[in-house]
């Protein structure tokens, strides 16, 4: 089976950090974002793997190279212009070619392996399987309605979801998905979406599956979200790198990057980037900052880069 990861987005909600370091590249307690999905590929043997880049490629590139470092090979195609997920998946149709293939939304972070479903995929032979989880509010996401173990009927982030499954950011794709993609509609929003690609393998008859994941699963594309994903990474710890100078009072939940420096009464639930510059006259607090940043005032709720 190969891998596709869609990593094009500008991760315009984690402005202006995403200004200087692409979201796929953003540290998560001191290692890439994108090399939590390696793991969690490799863990499935999935070793062949394009990347779908956007402006960021050139820095994806230079980052991760062809892979070999991560025990994986890397290709890079680029979605010449933003427009859905299942836009940016047609980009990987010739790295696919008529593979099975794992498709994975590069800011997701998840807790445990998905081995069962991947077995579950190849050997029920659907046209497709999708990881599903049950939340309070599916509102934000895509939602599915089953029927035993299919999904029978997915909607976008519908106002009045049918149900409380929320689509989870990772799906198995047969070569089936390649026959319908080329009618896909734009959806009200004006992007290809990956549920309306689904919901036509539906309606011409392929088995779609539901996998319910039982792990805890994020996106890191909010400050919220980046750093509760961080904080349950460190295990509301701390990793301070030891060619970080600090002079702060260290509270919970706080990661600091190499080589940065950090002036301050306290600091708490925060990330300060590699190589940051961080002069501080109070407390730190829910920040994630980078570059050089100085402030007479204390800091929170801050997504800061000067650079
Ligand atoms: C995308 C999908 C949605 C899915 C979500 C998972 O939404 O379109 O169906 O539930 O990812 O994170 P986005 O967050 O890109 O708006």
Redesign the pocket.
Known sequence: MKGVILAA?KGTRLFPVTYHIPKPLLPLANRLTLEYAFDRLREIEVRDICIVVGENEPQLRSALGDGARFGLSLSYVRQTHPQ??AHAVGFAREFVDDEPFVLY?GD?IYSKGFQDHARRFVESGCANLNLVQWVEDPR????ATLDGERIVK?V??PKNPESNW????LYFFGPQIWEVLPDLQPSARGEY???DTIQLLIDRGHTVLAGIYDGVWY?S?TLDSFLEVSRFLINNGRIIDPTARVKAEIGDAVVIGAGATVECTRIEDSVILPGARVKIDGEIQHCLLGGTVFSEDPLKDAILYEG
């Not at 929320?166 to 950011?169: E, P, Q």
Request: aromatic share 4%; net charge negative.
């Open positions: 987005g859905g997920l939304l997701a934000r996401y895509g939602v997915l976008e982030k929320a689509m989870a950011g979406e990956i549920t996106d594309g």
